[in-house]
């Protein structure tokens, strides 16, 4: 590969897809507010939305743990890495006011990285290790480096719901089935809790 070959692969743009969420109002925005305000951030960190589901309502996870949340799925393109689009998206959530006291704790808002391109990160074993977790698992541990695809993706309707809405065919990478094939997994009390707003 000439020099000229490898610069013009390094900046290809990549698709990939981030949920948005927000549980919690400020003095000043609310929850909608909140994730359509995050949404304005992304061109400012290289980041270009291509498709955007509608925003849902959904209760919070684990059941109980605070006020229900409004999701929602952005398509997304760069030229980034997976790690810096990862980073961008947190520099996003501090300017909005997220802080993090607990995992899972509600929030003014929440950014993550469902998938990106076809990558599995940091490793295919990383990855089912991650998915395996049992809940209380989950609860107590966090990985130290980004797992692509995420690891959750596949058991949240709140997720899937909004995904399948603008990407019904994209394949999950180490699942091999689309978006629409594992939300209508789930089992129906899951779905019909997610409500368009």
């Not at 981030?18 to 000043?28: D, H, I, K, P, R």
């Not at 061109?43 to 959904?58: L, V």
């Not at 509600?106 to 977790?133: C, K, M, N, T």
Request: proline share 9%; with cysteine; net charge positive.
């Amino acid at each position: 590969m000439t020099r000229k070959q490898g610069q013009k692969t390094a900046n290809l743009s990549r698709c990939g897809y981030v949920a948005l969420g927000s549980n919690l109002q400020t003095a000043t925005r609310t929850s909608l507010e909140m994730v359509n305000e995050a949404l304005e951030l992304f061109a400012g960190a290289a980041i270009r939305i291509t498709k955007q589901s509608q925003w849902y309502s959904a209760p919070a996870f684990p059941k109980g743990s605070g006020p229900d949340y409004v999701n929602g799925v952005v398509e997304i393109e760069s030229q980034l890495p997976p790690k810096a689009v990862l980073t961008a998206l947190h520099n996003i959530e501090s300017v909005l006011g997220r802080t993090r006291p607990k995992r899972w704790a509600s929030r003014v808002i929440d950014l993550d990285l469902l998938a990106y391109g076809e990558e599995i990160a940091p490793s295919p074993a990383a990855f089912a290790h991650w998915q395996g977790l049992s809940l209380s698992q989950q609860l107590e541990t966090t990985p130290e480096a980004l797992i692509l695809p995420h690891p959750r993706l596949q058991d949240r309707a709140f997720v899937l719901r909004p995904l399948a809405e603008i990407a019904p065919d994209w394949p999950h990478p180490v699942l091999g089935k689309t978006a629409r094939t594992l939300l209508a997994a789930l089992p129906a009390e899951a779905r019909n809790e997610i409500q368009p707003l």
